[in-house]
């Protein structure tokens, strides 16, 4: 694959985009779509961040189509409500970014809904979301769905037998647990859209080790990795670099439905857009119909529901 850039973004002109997270990989999604002329709506849960990286992209972005909206990803109400009003507002969307994480927390922490925050943001809450939004999504464009993952699902497993790690919680084993979740439902929305005719096309990306705060917030600053990612900086790519495999899998007509897209250099650390190889437990197709059952169950999402209430208007 060539060197793919931003530049290499097909005009977005019209289309309507969601990118979930304000800062770091997701901030550099949303400004390079708003670059292309997408309308795009940043969404997280802090206002006054969430408002200010709005801001900063209409600052840069002359004539930029950028909203901020609050959503909480950790809170199935919240996530609820964000649908409720895009849908009110919004007769279609043509791309959603499933980019927002949590990252080892040093203690065990729980949404209000009992998840273990990693797994319940990371996974549960977009498993959430894009049911919310898919009644947008089936009257979008060629509608696309994008899914951010980690290297980090390389060593995840998918433990059924303790999903929100309230027996045993290891910061890193979670989070990888989260990521390897995000990557086997990007697969298995891909199959089920083939599948039932959605129309909808899931691809899934990951941005190497890029130099985002997503440690800072989760870890600590003074924690054992919060120092490695200051005093190593360097190790770590830029935030506009590491997101070049979400846009490549958002915007180019080369990306795959159903593929994986990562840095192509150095074991897929670093780099341009490249093909990504899948950890072998995420193609197992069992534990993916499973993990959906089971997210849906907890989230009380019914994609079936919403696909016909959809296909009804």
Do not use: C
Request: no cysteine.
């Amino acid at each position: 694959m060539v060197r793919w850039t931003t530049s290499d973004i097909p005009p977005q002109n019209g289309k309507a985009a969601v990118v979930t997270g304000t800062g770091g990989i997701g901030y550099e999604t949303a400004i390079a779509l708003a670059r292309a002329k997408a309308r795009v709506t940043i969404a997280g849960r802090n206002a006054g961040k969430g408002e200010a990286a709005a801001e900063r992209i209409r600052k840069a972005v002359p004539g930029a189509e950028i909203s901020f909206e609050l959503v909480d990803l950790a809170d199935l109400a919240s996530i609820a409500e964000f649908g409720k009003r895009l849908r009110a507002r919004q007769k279609g969307l043509d791309l959603l970014v499933n980019n927002a994480a949590v990252m080892t927390p040093p203690q065990r922490e729980q949404t209000s809904y009992g998840f273990e925050l990693q797994f319940g943001t990371n996974h549960l809450g977009h498993f959430a979301l894009t049911a919310a939004l898919l009644p947008l999504l089936l009257k979008g464009h060629r509608a696309r769905v994008v899914s951010v993952s980690s290297i980090a699902a390389r060593s995840g497993t998918i433990n059924f037998a303790d999903l929100q790690s309230t027996r045993s919680y290891a910061p890193m084993t979670a989070y990888a647990q989260s990521k390897l979740a995000n990557l086997m439902f990007a697969f298995e929305l891909q199959r089920r859209s083939v599948a039932e005719n959605w129309g909808l096309t899931s691809v899934a990306a990951h941005p190497g080790i890029s130099r985002t705060d997503l440690l800072y917030n989760g870890a600590g600053r003074t924690s054992t990795a919060g120092r490695v990612r200051t005093s190593l900086w360097f190790l770590f790519q830029p935030a506009e670099q590491g997101a070049l495999p979400s846009l490549f899998a958002a915007t180019s007509p080369s990306a795959q439905a159903g593929g994986y897209y990562g840095p192509d250099r150095f074991w897929e650390t670093r780099g341009y857009p490249g093909v990504a190889v899948p950890p072998e437990q995420a193609l197992d197709r069992e534990v993916a119909e499973q993990l959906w059952a089971v997210s849906a169950q907890l989230t009380g999402s019914q994609f079936q529901n919403n696909l016909i209430a959809a296909r009804s208007n």
